[in-house]
């Protein structure tokens, strides 16, 4: 944005970076789209998905990334059944992505984070799909807390787990999901959650809220891009799914 307002005539810099706003804002997109259809192929008819957090239209301009491949699936005309995560402790799941799926008309239930490996263990779930913030060179992918431990115990128990990212969200200069920094949030979104600014806790605890976590790779069963999906060993397939633009490679 900043080198197309530097090469633009004065009077012209705003049409110019409103432009490359919009053209940046089609790319997105057009790539959770063809990640969507990569990812649509993945699920059977009669899948019930688990879901982490929100990867929806609300978190990527329009189309979502584990979110798109549900709603890829679904306009299939597969039937799926999503379990959707809460995602404590701001609840994304549970105020977005319930919403989200609403508004496309896909079934789903909302269940508390610490359901999901009664679900897992139950038989009741066919995948588990989660978006992601970043991906190191390795394979071990940084996502909203909670998304660790859903991989560990989807692994325990024979059930896929895939991250769902474009290709953007790889960084191949991090060697290892341990080179990601975490983010410490605010005490109160734990002590005062659901209580509407009151504590919900004695005073004085003492609060860790890191806002997410790393997954070894070796949980990840694949990693959908919408270049296709990159399979153990992950520091060869990512390389080629960051190299490759436009076509899919499996």
């Not at 944005?1 to 110019?16: E, G």
């Not at 688990?50 to 189309?63: F, I, K, M, Q, S």
């Not at 992601?132 to 431990?149: H, L, M, Q």
């Amino acid at each position: 944005m900043l080198n197309r307002a530097a090469a633009a005539p004065p009077d012209r810099i705003r049409q110019v970076v409103l432009a490359e706003a919009q053209a940046i804002a089609d790319e997105d997109v057009a790539t959770n789209r063809r990640l969507g259809q990569v990812g649509a192929a993945l699920i059977p008819n009669e899948a019930t998905i688990l879901h982490h957090c929100n990867t929806g239209a609300l978190a990527t301009v329009d189309y979502g990334t584990a979110l798109g491949v549900i709603r890829a699936a679904h306009e299939q005309g597969k039937q799926v059944h999503v379990l959707v995560d809460e995602t404590r402790p701001c609840l994304q799941g549970a105020r977005l992505t319930t919403w989200e799926l609403q508004q496309l008309g896909i079934p789903f239930t909302l269940i508390a984070d610490n359901a999901a490996g009664h679900f897992l263990h139950s038989g009741q779930v066919d995948l588990v799909l989660v978006g992601a913030d970043r991906v190191a060179a390795n394979g071990d992918v940084a996502n909203k807390i909670g998304t660790y431990k859903l991989a560990v115990v989807a692994k325990e128990n024979g059930v896929p787990f895939y991250p769902c990212v474009p290709t953007s969200t790889i960084d191949l200069a991090t060697p290892t999901g341990d080179d990601i920094p975490i983010e410490e949030r605010p005490p109160e979104e734990i002590t005062a959650i659901a209580y509407q600014g009151r504590a919900a806790v004695p005073e004085g605890v003492q609060v860790a809220n890191p806002a997410f976590d790393i997954t070894p790779h070796r949980y990840i069963t694949g990693i959908i891009t919408e270049n296709g999906i990159a399979y153990p060993p992950f520091v060869q397939s990512l390389e080629r799914m960051v190299g490759s633009e436009k076509e899919y490679v499996d």
